[in-house]
């Protein structure tokens, strides 16, 4: 097994870095702002036409007719497509990219539903015509008739025995559990037992950009897909649904306008792979915001309910935790969210006995897949509220019964996984605490509350995924440096993040490198832009290929200068010598030389991440992922006595990030997932009632404006313990997990009871602030090392 | 009904196109080749698809194109380019204000709006401002800073035209 080792770079002993760790402006920024960055939706063809698809209006039917004759009568309608004309046209919807191991959740959905309906949005049928509105004219044209079956709309009915059919045998999707040490045993020695359930909603991902491509048939028979998506590697997925090899689909990535998980799944390409291969000409999908909604997947809704024991002195002893997920109408990614949700179910604590039993399963509402966490921030939601209830419980500080139970490096996790980084969550819980400053005094109508989470988020994916990244960096004449990469630039950097290393390791000015991402034919697969892996997989891949040419170049500068290898250094374009810079090759003349002996000026790396063999099915014991980032949020709120309305005063986020590459974008990473996690706690609902989506725009489900909440503050830690390039751990999805909990117990000490259902509407604190006036509320206590308030 | 030929004045240039009468603003724009105007919900709640429209923000989506029969219209594009980027698009740039980028352009023009009619906003001005323009990736700490970064190399410079003198105070500058 390859065993990962971080070698400690504590502070202070750093290499001297000159582009790596500087805040410098992101290479795809200002094209960005100048709008000159083509979008998905920006491309169009010659001889184009346009896709529009027909979704199904309720969530649970037989198809009685769908008769398209009509449509495909009207003129300039090229194609129409339906279930029946592709009978065997399946989509694996799990293990997307490039996966070596092949471990099938048994998820395969229809690309076209031909049978019966399983969810409102579901594709029926597929147009493509001259333009959007001949396409719309087609859609409106289709005789459409549904014989509504019964549904079933949660994931606990849909396990009993009578419950309507979704998908397989019982609807159950996935179940793992964990079975560590004697249950009996620790709950027997614990001084008080202390159980709560925890529900959370469906959360749209509401990334501004839909989904969109354009797709064409080339000379050489490959179709080509122009999508944003965070998996370039879905042409596998796609050519794997038609039947034709893979070397006959490319896709060529763009800037994704957002992803946060959603685009992980396959989107637009399969219904423009299809159509393009059937008319012959290039076509173009666009899905309206409303179709977007539909169309893909939600985080999933889970019920969580901890019962944990505990010594008086805060010692955890025993834990039983289970965990019910809406898997939705298919199951997508939903078997390795419920892993990641089981896996991080304790949290980042100490617990020697414990029992984790989850299950998800498949009901008649919207599927749901990945959302940046992964199940995470829902494993969060259950820890860290349940953290704070026990120490209600215990008349206990919150903080020092988390620091009581806190994992250290050389700790196991709940599945028996060693920590090997570094652990500083009480550095970043404390810190978080620290940054919110003196605490606002409650007024005769609005009460304070404060609160924290402490959190741990993989970065990688999982082990037994045997995941892999390749890249290309290549010095051109002149000196400047080239790229290439299928690294999909969802937004957050991550093309960025590979040039600040190139330019850093091979002595040159952020602006002379380019690189070329996200095409599967021409640039090395890098595999998905998910799991917080691009930085970790793809930033070694490229520390390494440049390492390789930095080397080569080294050693010949060392010998037109006549000095060892080693005390030659490469900056500002120039190879100089370490001690006397005044010796120096430019670096052009430098690739010259080296390019007229034929020495090698490019190089392609492969990173492999650590590969593992899974986890015991019966015990759920074994190494899941790479490594981990812990974090912490603290949150100051205010509850309106009157009206229920809840005012984010103040939030502040740390986090160890190992080592920030761009301090500028881990900061934009921190403040943006904070964000997104703030809005789950407080506003993002996405209503689903009896199967139907009842918040079909951004005009009903409402996510964070400039004027809902304060910034978030950041603290960006740096143990470079990571095991990413220059002891990186990854942020993207980490920044958002502590946000929701965090949010939630600041309510619940505003109120001294706890809302236990997300969001926390000002319905839901009315009604708790009714329940405070029969129930004596908790008596309110000292919090976080402060004194209690008045 | 019947189609009808307009006159678009975007960015400096007059386009003749020949539209129907629910053809939107946005969707004239971006068949014209303006795809900087982004599409991210087609009824105002986003504000992607923000435009001047003879100097008055308006979200593209929410305007029939006929509306802008004749009109000057100034979007995101038409403010700078690489070699000589609008003061609000640098800022944007170098203050880790963009991250996708796809609410980027709306947010600019936004900017632009309330810096014409407002040279030293408050925080609270700049959130209200940009509180009709969605943004997803930043939690918008970043583009506020951007705004107030925007506002500071605006009022050191008295440049108050862009490379191509489009970028003229807006109308609600003049009146505000």
Redesign the interface.
């Known amino acids: 097994m390859n065993r990962v080792t971080p070698k400690p770079l504590p502070e202070g002993e750093l290499p001297p870095l000159r582009q790596v760790g500087r805040p410098l402006r992101r290479v795809d920024a200002l094209g960005k702002a100048i709008g000159a960055t083509a979008y998905a939706a920006d491309f169009t063809m010659p001889n184009m036409l346009h896709a529009k698809v027909l979704r199904s209006p309720i969530p649970s039917a037989r198809i009685r007719r769908l008769d398209v004759s009509k449509a495909r009568a009207l003129p300039g309608v090229a194609c129409v497509l339906t279930g029946a004309d592709l009978p065997d046209a399946k989509l694996a919807t799990d293990m997307p990219g490039q996966t070596g191991r092949s471990q099938r959740a048994g998820s395969d959905a229809p690309v076209l539903a031909t049978d019966v309906v399983r969810f409102h949005g579901e594709p029926l049928a597929l147009v493509a015509a001259e333009s959007v509105t001949l396409a719309e004219r087609a859609l409106a044209k289709i005789e459409l008739e549904l014989d509504p079956l019964p549904g079933v709309f949660d994931p606990h009915e849909a396990m009993k025995p009578d419950a309507p059919h979704v998908y397989g045998e019982d609807n159950v999707i996935a179940r793992w559990q964990i079975r560590k040490g004697d249950l009996e045993k620790g709950m027997a020695e614990a001084d008080l037992v202390v159980e709560n359930t925890f529900r959370m909603p469906f959360v749209e991902h509401a990334y501004l950009e839909p989904e969109a491509g354009v797709a064409w048939v080339d000379e050489q028979d490959v179709i080509n897909i122009r999508v944003c998506t965070q998996v370039v590697e879905h042409f596998r997925s796609v050519a794997k649904a038609l039947g034709i090899p893979q070397n006959r689909v490319r896709i060529r990535g763009t800037m994704v306008g957002g992803g946060f998980g959603s685009k992980e799944d396959v989107t637009v390409e399969i219904f423009l792979a299809l159509l393009a291969r059937e008319t012959g000409r290039p076509v173009k999908l666009v899905y309206t915001r409303e179709e977007s909604f539909l169309a893909s997947a939600k985080r999933h809704p889970f019920t969580i309910t901890h019962r944990t024991g505990v010594k008086k002195n805060g010692r955890i002893t025993a834990a039983h935790i289970t965990m019910v997920a809406d898997a939705g109408a298919y199951p997508y990614l939903t078997p390795y969210v419920l892993l990641y949700a089981t896996g991080m179910a304790a949290g980042p604590y100490k617990v020697d006995h414990l029992h984790v039993d989850s299950v998800a399963a498949a009901t008649h509402q919207p599927f749901t897949s990945a959302f940046r966490g992964f199940g995470g921030p829902q494993a969060a939601l259950g820890y860290e509220q349940q953290m704070d209830e026990i120490a209600g419980a215990l008349g206990m500080d919150p903080l020092m019964l988390r620091r009581a139970n806190y994992l250290r490096t050389g700790d196991t996790t709940g599945t028996g996984q060693e920590i090997r980084s570094a652990v500083w969550l009480e550095e970043c819980l404390t810190r978080a605490i620290a940054a919110l400053g003196e605490r606002t005094p409650d007024s005769p109508t609005r009460r304070i509350g404060r609160g924290c989470a402490s959190t741990f988020q993989s970065y990688g994916r999982i082990t037994w995924f045997h995941d892999t990244s390749r890249a290309w960096v290549g010095v051109e004449q002149d000196g400047t440096v080239v790229i290439r990469c299928g690294v999909p630039d969802i937004g957050a950097g991550q093309s960025n993040s590979l040039c600040q290393i190139a330019a850093e390791i091979l002595g040159v000015p952020l602006e002379r490198v380019t690189i070329y991402a996200t095409d599967s034919a021409v640039t090395p697969l890098a595999g998905t832009s998910t799991a917080t892996r691009q930085l970790y997989m793809s930033g070694n891949a490229v520390s390494s290929a440049a390492s390789t040419i930095r080397t080569c170049l080294a050693r010949r500068a060392a010998e037109e200068m006549g000095v060892r290898e080693d005390e030659v250094d490469l900056a500002n374009s120039r190879a100089f010598v370490t001690n006397d810079p005044s010796q120096f090759i430019e670096l052009a003349n430098l690739v010259k030389k080296c390019a007229a002996e034929g020495l090698p000026l490019s190089h392609l790396a492969q990173f492999n991440a650590p590969f593992t063999e899974g986890i015991d099915p019966e015990t759920g014991q074994g190494d899941i992922w790479p490594d981990f980032t812990f974090g912490a949020q603290a949150v100051e709120i205010a509850v309106d006595l009157g009206t229920g309305q809840i005012e984010l005063l103040k939030s502040a986020a740390c986090h160890d990030v190992g080592r920030a590459i761009n301090p500028a974008a881990v900061r934009g990473q921190i403040a943006g997932g904070s964000h997104q996690g703030l809005g789950y706690a407080l506003m993002e609902d996405y209503v689903v009632k009896e199967g139907i989506t009842e918040t079909p725009s951004l005009g009903e489900y409402l996510i964070p404006t400039s004027s809902d909440f304060p910034a978030t503050e950041v603290i960006v830690l740096e143990s470079g313990t990571g095991i990413g390039p220059f002891g990186a751990k990854g942020i993207g999805e980490p920044a958002l997990t502590p946000a929701a909990p965090a949010v939630a117990n600041a309510v619940a000490d505003a109120l001294g009871v706890r809302i236990r259902e997300l969001p926390l509407t000002p319905e839901r604190v009315l009604r708790a602030l009714d329940r405070t006036r029969s129930v004596a509320p908790r008596v309110r206590r000292g919090m976080y090392g402060e004194k209690a308030p008045d | 009904m019947k189609e009808k030929s307009v006159v678009l004045n975007v960015n400096g240039r007059p386009h003749e196109i020949v539209l129907a009468p629910n053809v939107t603003l946005l969707q004239a724009l971006?068949e014209l080749g303006y795809?900087?105007?982004?599409?991210?919900?087609?009824?105002g709640?986003?504000g992607?698809c923000a435009v001047f429209l003879d100097g008055t923000l308006v979200n593209s989506c929410l305007v029939l194109a006929w509306q802008a029969d004749g009109a000057r219209i100034l979007?995101?594009?038409g403010?700078?380019?690489?070699e000589h980027?609008?003061p609000i698009?640098?800022a944007?740039?170098?203050?880790?204000a963009?991250?996708?980028?796809?609410?980027?352009?709306g947010m600019?023009l936004a900017t632009k709006a309330l810096l014409d009619r407002n040279p030293d906003p408050t925080e609270a001005e700049?959130?209200?401002a940009?509180?009709?323009?969605?943004?997803?990736?930043?939690?918008?700490?970043?583009?506020?800073a951007a705004v107030r970064l925007s506002a500071e190399r605006l009022r050191k410079s008295d440049r108050t035209r862009g490379p191509r003198g489009l970028d003229q105070p807006s109308e609600e500058g003049k009146n505000g």
Do not use: M, W
């Open positions: 971006r795809t900087d105007v982004k599409n991210g919900c087609e009824k709640d986003c992607a979007t995101d594009s403010l700078g380019t690489l980027p609008h698009q640098e944007f740039a170098d203050t880790g963009v991250q996708c980028g796809f609410c980027t352009p600019i700049i959130r209200e940009l509180s009709g323009n969605l943004c997803r990736c930043t939690g918008y700490g970043q583009i506020v």
